[in-house]
């Protein structure tokens, strides 16, 4: 009931009033009933008529009145209110002195007529009509999951609103982007219906029926329920939902990611893109660019074709077609040219440049591409930009100047795209060897390796002076390593180990000398550095190629001998130095001795660690690979004795 229905029952109550006061006796027509509003649930009072009429209440019967016909539900007697058996039983009791019934828990089954009769009937009967509101329930609202298509003849459902337990009916308004729908021949078209449930409340379905537009694919659409309680019109709206809209496309085009320069190497996807809806069925073409005739491209996805690593063959002229399937109608895009930017392999001449010391070469760089190509040479080893352009002249080569260099061809405008090639510069030369003489700490009867590296043009090649098996490895097109596995004999002690690498252009040779490894045990009884780590195995300096080598003994022996070694030394002193210095004392070879002699003699007898000496030997005795020596050890101290 709008605004205007409530004017209108209240001017029919006025008009009651007036009948009621003109007071027409013996007329059969019952008066206008008085309206009474309640929410469901709520308690109903029943006034006796209106509230200023004085009037003797102690005497009254009430009734309800279902299809004309009055039911007696309660009554009062002496101011006593008494329910009548029957569906009003429990939920009405007397308040106000009697001048009112109050009805409790309303449902929608009381909208109906209540009448008073007092003891005179005629004048004292009073009628009331009750009405009762409920709101409904929050609307739901339910698109077609179907979706619409825009080329349907008539309206189609769009979406169902549910309003729930609501009363009397809601009305339903349904909304498209904010704006109220009207009914609209062949347009739009909104089917409601309700249903009672059993509690009496309307449960309201509304359907929305319309012919969309593509424009209508993002349009959002909502119901709105409009109902009235006692305290006034109030309004609930669902949430906004889109419904597909299905339209055939009437363009499609192509897309390549990523956009901008391509290179060869890029991971490149051609897309097909249409503005229907679905996509149509795509096809990617490529012209063959012998026979320029269009041909398909196979594809994984529907309208994208990945090139994992795009070639210089992918370019070209692309096309996309779509095919709706529900009109078989193709739709081709327009072609796009696609340009992979790429850089051919580099080519330098001479591929193997070689020279005499002193002489010159010019090194030459070629490679193709779609674009113009920049060249640059470089040193390898150290990455230094030699030249900016195609060709690199050396000139004044020396033995240095030898190894790779690499030429650079890149296209400035592709950032990224270049390609190189690394060359090998050969200077003629005799061997050179990679280390100098040095000296390697050893066990006797061990097996060791004993390595050899050796560079110069020819490559040389390496021989051994002592037997053993000799592996040899090409380092670079310029340098060998070999590398000779031997048994620790005491010849080799003796002689040392002999490198000889050699070319046409000629020789060099290193040696490697072997020292045994003392294991010393009573350390603890040196006096200081000066005076400690004696021992034979030493040689007078260390370019010397000749040297005394220590006979071989046993630990054992060793540890006995050099307690006798110490007694006699104690004893005769200087004698035994003579003896010793003569090297007629083999006691004195093998082991340690504690030197104890006077001070005049010791400084005739220098004994010198030569402790700058040490980090070079120690550095390699770490190089070598065949010396273990025990932690400890004071083998490592090299003791230079001059005489
Ligand atoms: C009301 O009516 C009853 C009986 O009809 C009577 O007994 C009572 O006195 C009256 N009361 C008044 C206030 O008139
Ligand atoms: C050559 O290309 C690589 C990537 O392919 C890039 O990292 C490098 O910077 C490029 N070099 C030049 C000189 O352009
Ligand atoms: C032998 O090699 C060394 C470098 O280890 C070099 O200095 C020397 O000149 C070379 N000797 C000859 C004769 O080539
Ligand atoms: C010597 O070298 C060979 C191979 O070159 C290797 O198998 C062997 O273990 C090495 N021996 C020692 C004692 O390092
Ligand atoms: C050597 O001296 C250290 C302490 O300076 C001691 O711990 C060790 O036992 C001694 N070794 C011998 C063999 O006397
Ligand atoms: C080694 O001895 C030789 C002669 O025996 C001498 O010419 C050379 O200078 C000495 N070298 C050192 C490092 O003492």
Redesign the pocket.
């Known amino acids: 009931m709008g605004p205007s229905g409530l004017v209108c029952a209240l001017l029919l109550a006025a008009c009651c009033c007036c009948r009621r006061a003109a007071g027409v006796p013996g007329e059969a027509e019952p008066p206008t009933p008085e309206p009474l509003e309640v929410e469901v649930g709520g308690t109903a009072l029943l006034k006796c008529g209106p509230s200023h009429s004085p009037g003797n209440f102690s005497h009254v019967d009430w009734f309800s009145v279902h299809k004309e016909k009055p039911t007696l539900i309660f009554r009062v007697r002496k101011g006593q209110g008494q329910s009548e058996p029957g569906e009003y039983q429990h939920r009405l009791s007397l308040l106000d002195r009697g001048t009112t019934l109050a009805l409790a828990h309303v449902t929608p089954h009381d909208e109906r007529i209540f009448l008073c009769q007092g003891k005179r009937p005629q004048s004292q009967e009073h009628r009331i009509q009750l009405r009762v509101y409920k709101a409904p329930e929050e609307p739901t609202i339910q698109i077609n999951p179907l979706g619409i298509s825009v080329n349907s003849e008539e309206p189609e459902e769009v979406a169902t609103c549910v309003g729930r337990n609501g009363y009397p009916v809601p009305q339903v308004i349904w909304y498209k982007n904010g704006r109220p729908l009207k009914e609209e021949k062949k347009r739009v078209h909104i089917q409601s219906s309700q249903i009672v449930e059993s509690s009496g409340l309307y449960t309201l379905q509304s359907v929305l029926k319309a012919q969309l537009v593509k424009e209508d694919k993002d349009a959002q659409f909502y119901c709105e329920l409009n109902y009235r309680l006692p305290s006034g019109n109030h309004m609930k709206e669902s949430r906004e939902v889109v419904v597909p809209v299905f339209y055939p496309a009437e363009k499609v085009w192509l897309e390549v990611e990523p956009v901008g320069v391509l290179k060869e190497g890029d991971r490149v996807e051609i897309r097909c893109l249409a503005d229907g809806n679905p996509p149509p069925h795509f096809t990617i073409s490529k012209q063959n660019p012998s026979t320029q005739e269009m041909e398909e491209k196979a594809t994984e996805d529907n309208g994208v074709l990945v090139l994992e690593s795009a070639r210089k063959e992918h370019s070209g002229l692309y096309q996309c077609q779509g095919l709706d399937l529900e009109t078989m109608a193709s739709l081709p895009s327009e072609q796009q040219e696609l340009l992979v930017n790429y850089v051919s392999d580099v080519r330098v001449s001479p591929a193997a440049p070689e020279s005499r010391e002193g002489g010159s070469l010019a090194l030459t760089c070629e490679a193709e591409s779609n674009r113009a190509l920049e060249f640059q040479w470089l040193r390898e080893k150290t990455g230094q930009v030699l030249e900016k352009g195609p060709v690199l002249r050396l000139h004044n080569l020396q033995r240095d100047a030898g190894g790779g260099y690499r030429c650079v061809a890149s296209v400035p405008g592709v950032p990224g795209l270049n390609r190189t090639q690394l060359v090998r510069v050969a200077i003629f030369g005799s061997p050179w060897m990679t280390s100098k003489e040095r000296k390697m700490w050893v066990k006797e009867n061990t097996v060791l390796n004993l390595s050899c590296e050796a560079s110069g043009h020819p490559r040389p090649s390496i021989s051994w002076s002592v037997d053993g098996t000799a592996h040899e490895q090409d380092q670079d097109p310029q340098s060998v390593l070999s590398v000779l596995n031997v048994l620790v004999t005491p010849e080799l002690l003796e002689t040392g180990a002999e490198c000889v690498a050699s070319n046409f252009l000629g020789r060099n040779t290193t040696t490697i000398f072997l020292e045994l490894v003392r294991l010393t045990t009573d350390s603890n009884r040196t006096t200081g550095p000066s005076t400690s780590t004696v021992g034979p195995y030493t040689r007078?300096?260390?370019?010397?190629t000749e040297k005394k080598l220590p006979e071989p003994e046993s630990k054992g022996v060793a540890i006995v001998a050099v307690t006798v070694c110490v007694l006699v030394l104690a004893v005769l002193g200087a004698v035994l130095y003579f003896f010793y210095k003569k090297g007629k004392l083999p006691c004195g070879r093998s082991g340690k001795q504690e030197i104890t002699l006077p001070p005049s003699r010791k400084s005739e007898f220098v004994v010198e660690v030569k402790s700058d000496k040490l980090p070079e030997e120690m550095g390699l005795l770490q190089g070598s690979t065949g010396d273990k020596r025990a932690p400890g050890d004071q083998g490592e101290k090299y003791i230079d004795l001059r005489h």
């Open positions: 007078a300096n260390s370019t010397s």
